[in-house]
């Protein structure tokens, strides 16, 4: 998003505006007119406003004070930065945004891409180099027009090996060349001697506006003469639950007696579209409640609990399995409504968790505009900034938070994704499928096995880690 910046001086009735900026309009608007806007959005929503001093509802006794309070913040961005409560351990997830427009398209799944999603990882046997791993070749997008596929190694970036301090930089450009590698062993059993080595095979891919369909894959695998449901979901974005109740349409009429939810990369979204999958995974807990949102002291008249529901907004009706227990494939790229997924289902029924720890985000956000209430409705045409903090804390049933450490495994079905044996996505032989599958069989032996392949490799960073505008627990 366009930083906007521009040295222009421009004095009001009320306040004496130190800079400004230019909209995308042209038209020039104050930094103390935004900066009114995200104190008193703040003040109004901010889920940790009695730890904020500063947006108390007696911080200021007069106008004067505010404005000169407003008038030592010269851009927004660091107004709303000096109000958020321990940036490093409590609040890591409100942000500012200066193009709500990019924000809005990014919630509905558009976003730049070449259609390559990676996980990185430390070099073997080096402090300093990395390599990266595709987990995910998007649909349709210019990666499927390559032959690159997932678990593919990339050794470097336009000629430049990866290091730890470098991926950002290198991955941060429209277009790039991706020189692939591979994973050398040396032909001996140890690791002391591995490394990762180019393979002197490269790919160029251009980054283009792609709308990501968030159902990314589904299955019906037939396990010991029973139909065993998978569906790998990669975001909650609203409306998608109407896709959603097709699938689940689907597993009906094929006698789905099992389940296997794939929010591995799933970063959250929609707390309604949560809810509403909640509801096609069971459907004998309608009208209880799966979510509850609770608001700080200034807005507790918007307490609010999500149920479990049988009918879409658009009436349909919910199309239900009425599972007793469902496997959950979740790792520290699942977020927030990945995570009040689980939360809100564990009261009800047997959730089955396999991967690693998720991110630990209970937290529920909602993108706050400079109008009169805060909604897209009468917008101030003048500039596109809006926020999106963390406005209502998430409960389930039994008024459980998710960890800030993240929900842990359940015992015995910790796994962490080999990065050279990914597998394909959606086949039975897929490690993190697999490990469910056993367990449906009640193939200890198995079980064992699969865990017998899993491989402690430092993880640095993720996709999910280069797009922080995307998933949450928004509510809609």
């Known amino acids: 998003m366009k930083r906007l910046i521009a040295p222009l001086l421009l004095l009001s009735l009320s306040i004496c505006f130190l800079s400004c900026f230019e909209d995308n309009d042209d038209n020039t608007v104050s930094a103390s007119q935004i900066n009114d806007f995200v104190w008193k959005g703040m003040n109004s929503y901010y889920l940790y406003l009695e730890n904020s001093p500063d947006l108390a509802n007696d911080r200021f006794s007069n106008t004067n004070e505010y404005a000169s309070y407003l008038n030592s913040f010269s851009r927004p961005e660091e107004l709303f930065e000096s109000v958020i409560y321990e940036r490093q351990t409590i609040d890591k997830f409100s942000w500012i945004v200066d193009d709500y427009f990019e924000l809005e398209r990014q919630f509905e799944g558009t976003r730049g891409t070449n259609g390559l999603e990676f996980n990185f990882y430390g070099s073997p046997n080096n402090e300093i180099n990395a390599y990266g791993v595709i987990r995910l070749v998007l649909p349709e997008s210019p990666a499927t027009n390559t032959t690159l596929k997932r678990g593919d190694i990339i050794y470097g970036i336009d000629g430049t090996q990866l290091t730890r301090e470098n991926i950002g930089q290198l991955i941060n450009k429209d277009t790039y060349t991706i020189n692939l590698g591979f994973y050398n062993d ?19 891919l251009t980054k283009v506006l792609y709308t990501e369909n968030p159902i990314f894959k589904t299955e019906i695998l037939n396990v010991g003469g029973e139909n065993i449901g998978y569906l790998m979901y990669n975001g909650f974005i609203g409306n998608s639950e109407n896709q959603l109740n097709a699938i689940f349409a689907d597993f009906k009429g094929n ?36 979510e509850k949102l609770r608001y700080n002291e200034n807005q507790t008249n918007n307490d609010f609990d999500f149920l479990f529901y049988n009918k879409l907004q658009s009436g349909e009706s919910v199309n239900s399995l009425g599972l007793n227990k469902v496997y959950v494939l979740a790792t520290r790229s699942s977020a927030s409504a990945s995570e009040g997924l689980i939360n809100g289902l564990k009261p009800y029924i047997e959730v089955v968790h396999i991967g690693n720890n998720t991110v630990g985000k209970t937290q529920a956000s909602r993108t706050l505009y ?41 015992i015995g079905y910790e796994y962490n994704e080999n990065p050279q044996n990914y597998g394909v996505l959606g086949n039975r032989n897929e490690p993190m499928l697999a490990l469910a599958l056993a367990d449906i069989e009640n193939a200890t032996s198995k079980v064992n096995k699969i865990k017998s392949t899993e491989k402690h490799v430092e993880l640095i960073l993720t996709s999910n880690d280069f797009n922080p505008l995307e998933g949450g627990n928004i509510i809609d």
Not at 187 to 196: A, F, Q, R
């Open 186 to 204: 040396k032909g001996t059993p140890e690791e002391s001697d591995d490394s990762i080595d180019p393979l002197n095979v490269d790919v160029t």
């Open 255 to 290: 006698n789905v007696t099992k389940m296997v939810l794939d929010l591995r990369y799933n970063p959250g979204g929609s707390v309604l579209t949560t809810a509403f999958l909640a509801s096609m995974i069971t459907g004998q807990f309608t009208g209880q409640v799966f």
């Open 370 to 410: 400079d109008s009169p209430d805060f909604s897209r409705e009468g917008v101030n045409p003048g500039h596109t900034y809006a926020m999106q903090p963390l406005i209502a804390d998430g409960f389930n049933k039994n008024d459980e938070l998710v960890p800030g450490t993240g929900l842990t495994p359940s």
